[in-house]
């Protein structure tokens, strides 16, 4: 029977031998083997190309960890995929695996910072040059390209400021002139695009967030296609790196209910922002709510479904009353990352770090993560909160 992904989420990795619903968890270093024969044979054959089973090292993976890797190709329609301990090091794994010294990589502006910091100053001391480009300009682009660009790098949306990119202009501008892609696909997850099979060689996500939903594990992923398979597989295995068995068993239980939580972080979203709409304070809501919009546009020409990450513009001209409303909130944790079940905020600085989005003075942008509370105490929390700036 041909069953669906959202199907396949609830049904796969199950353990045959146990009978249970869920992989078991096998932490392993040695892979015992019944002879040197067995072992060669197995050295051979890491992947079968239907399923990912091979492994003979518990660096390579475990029971639990292919099972994972084999939910995300799923996912993805990818060709492989690698696990990486957080979803950073995915991104600094496509990064480093694939540009060398001389090498140009276009970075798109809005990526987050760890992203901008790699590619900013770690980058120059390898005698790679990343460029950033506007992601609202896709002409900035096209003139940035050079016979050295190796690599287009993009978060799409930026997860701070919210552009959506055309990105099939970009895959066909790339594919031309050889140069490879990387999506950092973290917001709208692979339920919602497939950077893969819509052309990018690679597709970045931070398991850490939607995957795993409960802010109890780290992980990241990177799902590639066979154009760049051969070159992240020999970076990785230098790398040494490996994501362990308990956190890749969280981000399965995780997954099994990721169409579910994000249908209903999407509804509670936009019923906050029906709210935040109405709030004079409010200048701006980043976040692709208005039809008539590019970003709007680009969101429903790529993506099947809308998830809980946005931003709001505050126009104050006192920054300490706009820190007092994020201070304030009841329900909105102040902290780092996103993706879980609960509502976070934070107030972010980026009136340095980025060229293509200028913020005057008496403008500043607060990140909200719309999570699984009831949403009328979210807008409740909101209310009372806002009063606060000036
Ligand atoms: C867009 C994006 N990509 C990647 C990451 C990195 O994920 P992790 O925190 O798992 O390293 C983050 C984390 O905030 C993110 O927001």
């Given at each position: 029977?041909?069953?669906?992904?959202?199907?396949?989420?609830?049904?796969?990795?199950?353990?045959?031998?146990?009978?249970?619903?869920?992989?078991?968890?096998?932490?392993?270093?040695?892979?015992?083997?019944?002879?040197?024969?067995?072992?060669?044979?197995?050295?051979?054959?890491?992947?079968?190309?239907?399923?990912?089973?091979?492994?003979?090292?518990?660096?390579?993976?475990?029971?639990?960890?292919?099972?994972?890797?084999?939910?995300?190709?799923?996912?993805?329609?990818?060709?492989?995929?690698?696990?990486?301990?957080?979803?950073?090091?995915?991104?600094?794994?496509?990064?480093?695996?694939?540009?060398?010294?001389?090498?140009?990589?276009?970075?798109s502006?809005n990526v987050y910072?760890?992203t901008?910091?790699?590619?900013?100053?770690?980058?120059?001391?390898?005698?790679?040059?990343?460029?950033?480009?506007?992601?609202?300009?896709?002409?900035?682009?096209?003139?940035?390209?050079?016979?050295?660009?190796?690599?287009?790098f993009v978060e799409n949306p930026g997860s701070?400021?919210?552009?959506?990119?055309?990105?099939?202009?970009?895959?066909?501008?790339?594919?031309?002139?050889?140069?490879?892609?990387?999506?950092d696909?973290?917001?709208?997850?692979?339920?919602?695009?497939?950077?893969?099979?819509?052309?990018?060689?690679?597709?970045?996500?931070?398991?850490?967030?939607?995957?795993?939903?409960?802010?109890?594990?780290?992980?990241?992923?990177?799902?590639?296609?066979?154009?760049?398979?051969?070159?992240?597989?020999?970076?990785?295995?230098?790398?040494?790196?490996?994501?362990?068995?308990?956190?890749?068993?969280?981000?399965?239980?995780?997954?099994?209910?990721?169409?579910?939580?994000?249908?209903?972080?999407?509804?509670?979203?936009?019923?906050?922002?029906?709210?935040?709409?109405?709030?004079?304070?409010?200048?701006?809501?980043?976040?692709?709510?208005?039809?008539?919009?590019?970003?709007?546009?680009?969101?429903?020409?790529?993506?099947?479904?809308?998830?809980?990450?946005?931003?709001?513009?505050?126009?104050?001209?006192?920054?300490?009353?706009?820190?007092?409303?994020?201070?304030?909130?009841?329900?909105?944790?102040?902290?780092?990352?996103?993706?879980?079940?609960?509502?976070?905020?934070?107030?972010?600085?980026?009136?340095?770090?980025?060229?293509?989005?200028?913020?005057?003075?008496?403008?500043?942008?607060?990140?909200?993560?719309?999570?699984?509370?009831?949403?009328?105490?979210?807008?409740?929390?909101?209310?009372?909160?806002?009063?606060?700036?000036?």
């Amino acid at each position: 029977m041909k069953k669906s992904i959202n199907t396949r989420l609830k049904h796969s990795s199950k353990d045959q031998l146990n009978r249970s619903a869920n992989p078991p968890v096998v932490r392993a270093s040695t892979i015992l083997f019944d002879s040197m024969q067995e072992l060669a044979a197995h050295e051979k054959k890491i992947i079968n190309r239907k399923r990912i089973t091979h492994y003979n090292y518990g660096r390579y993976g475990s029971q639990t960890t292919i099972e994972l890797e084999n939910i995300i190709k799923d996912l993805e329609e990818a060709y492989h995929v690698f696990l990486t301990p957080t979803g950073f090091g995915a991104v600094s794994l496509c990064l480093m695996a694939l540009c060398r010294p001389g090498d140009e990589v276009l970075v798109s502006d809005n990526v987050y910072n760890p992203t901008r910091e790699l590619s900013s100053n770690l980058f120059p001391e390898l005698n790679i040059k990343a460029i950033f480009y506007d992601p609202n300009d896709i002409n900035d682009l096209k003139k940035k390209i050079s016979n050295k660009t190796k690599l287009i790098f993009v978060e799409n949306p930026g997860s701070i400021t919210f552009e959506f990119q055309d990105l099939n202009e970009i895959i066909k501008i790339a594919k031309k002139r050889k140069i490879y892609t990387a999506l950092d696909n973290t917001w709208g997850t692979p339920l919602y695009l497939k950077p893969i099979p819509l052309g990018f060689d690679l597709s970045i996500s931070s398991a850490t967030k939607y995957f795993s939903g409960h802010s109890d594990a780290m992980g990241g992923t990177l799902a590639v296609n066979k154009n760049v398979y051969k070159k992240i597989k020999f970076y990785n295995r230098f790398l040494g790196t490996r994501l362990s068995a308990d956190e890749a068993y969280l981000i399965i239980r995780g997954i099994r209910t990721l169409d579910t939580r994000l249908k209903a972080h999407y509804e509670n979203t936009l019923k906050v922002i029906k709210f935040l709409k109405t709030q004079k304070k409010i200048k701006e809501i980043l976040y692709p709510h208005k039809p008539g919009s590019k970003n709007f546009k680009m969101w429903k020409k790529y993506y099947s479904g809308g998830t809980g990450l946005l931003s709001i513009l505050i126009k104050s001209k006192n920054k300490a009353s706009v820190i007092k409303f994020v201070n304030n909130l009841e329900l909105f944790g102040i902290g780092y990352s996103w993706g879980g079940f609960e509502s976070l905020a934070i107030y972010q600085d980026i009136k340095k770090s980025r060229d293509f989005y200028k913020l005057s003075n008496d403008e500043h942008l607060v990140r909200l993560h719309i999570g699984l509370e009831d949403p009328n105490d979210l807008i409740n929390d909101l209310k009372n909160s806002l009063k606060f700036i000036k």
